[in-house]
């Protein structure tokens, strides 16, 4: 009678990313979050954003270079 109706919840993995930041750059980004009332990574999530959503699973033909290419003059 009494079933649990509960739906499983998704297992998400993460990977770790780190970069150094000088002192000044550390402390403009500090300031500029605290002026825009938003963290750290929340800024970088969204400024990067447009480059990790589009390629999760293959890269699209017309982003994909060869070796060797060189477009001089592109005539559309």
Partial sequence: ????NKKRRRNYRYHA???KL???QYH???NYCKAR???????IKRNIERFIT???YEIPKDMFLTENQL???ELD
Avoid: A, W
Avoid at 1 to 4: I, V
């Fill in 28 to 30: 403009s980004l500090r």
């Fill in 37 to 43: 009332k938003t963290t750290p990574i929340k800024l």
């Fill in 71 to 73: 477009d001089l003059f």
């Fill in 17 to 19: 990313i780190t970069f």
């Fill in 54 to 56: 589009n390629y999760e």
């Fill in 1 to 4: 009678m009494g079933q649990n």
């Fill in 22 to 24: 000088s002192d000044g």
